[in-house]
């Protein structure tokens, strides 16, 4: 069965300073993809980045980056610089094929709660 | 930009009711996906359905149901509601075959059982 695993329930960080959110995931499929989704507090979730299993390059957008480490099976999420509006949670997930007719779904993580602090 | 509504914002309900929650999206997407969130639990898939009037469990079917007459529409039924579905109810959509198979999410129902 896959599954996601987020270490950190919740984290305090400075404001300016970089953040790395751990994320490490179970498949024994060879082609997968991992996403992380921003939930501020108005409940929304929103899509920060992508990396797919067979991507050679660490994902990029903007100040988010993901460190994939396959053989490790990790795909920690790096937020350079925080600013106070990236306070929200976060989940870490994993996309399976869930049917024959071809639908993808994801598997999340428990999420982690990141506070940044002025 | 995708747009994926659902119903309400907040729901109270009685136990042993019927509960619908309605979720419209419009951007053709053949996946649409009903999640249940709670606190220190993540997301957790309850249905999903790839094409019209098709429907799949996901991991906590049992105490739902799911219709899809239209592929724009996907509906969430709790035939009699208990007071262990209090939750927050997320919605979300996906084109088949895009590369990163990103979800799009809706606002979500905040439901409660009383």
């Known amino acids: 069965a896959q599954k996601i695993t987020q270490t950190q329930p919740g984290m305090f960080v400075q404001e300016k300073e970089a953040v790395t959110l751990d994320c490490t995931y179970d498949?024994?499929?060879?082609?997968?993809?991992l996403f992380w989704y921003k939930q501020p507090s108005s409940g929304e979730m929103i899509f920060l980045i992508y990396?797919?299993?067979?991507?050679?390059q660490n994902a990029t957008e903007g100040r988010y980056s993901l460190n994939f480490q396959k053989a490790r099976k990790s795909a920690n999420l790096v937020i350079s610089a925080s600013q106070l509006g990236d306070s929200a949670m976060y989940f870490c997930?994993?996309?399976?094929?869930?049917?024959?007719?071809?639908?993808?779904?994801?598997?999340f993580g428990k999420g982690t709660h990141l506070i940044i602090q002025p | 930009d995708v747009k994926v509504t659902q119903s309400s914002r907040y729901l109270v309900k009685r136990t042993g009711e019927k509960v619908f929650l309605e979720c419209v999206q419009d951007?053709?997407?053949?996946?649409m996906f009903w999640y249940r969130q709670d606190p220190g639990l993540g997301l957790r898939l309850i249905y999903f359905?790839?094409?019209?009037?098709?429907?799949e469990k996901g991991d906590i079917p049992e105490g739902y149901s799911v219709s899809r007459e239209k592929k724009e529409r996907f509906s969430l039924i709790l035939e009699s509601a208990s007071t262990n579905q209090t939750s927050m109810y997320l919605c979300?959509?996906?084109?088949?075959?895009?590369?990163?198979?990103?979800?799009?999410f809706g606002p979500g129902t905040r439901l409660t059982v009383t």
């Open positions: 979300a959509s996906s084109l088949l075959g895009t590369e990163t198979y990103e979800q799009y």
């Open positions: 498949t024994s499929d060879p082609s997968y993809g």
């Open positions: 990396q797919g299993s067979y991507d050679q």
């Open positions: 997930a994993m996309r399976e094929v869930l049917s024959g007719g071809g639908a993808d779904g994801l598997t």
């Open positions: 951007m053709d997407h053949e996946n």
């Open positions: 359905s790839y094409d019209v009037k098709m429907k």
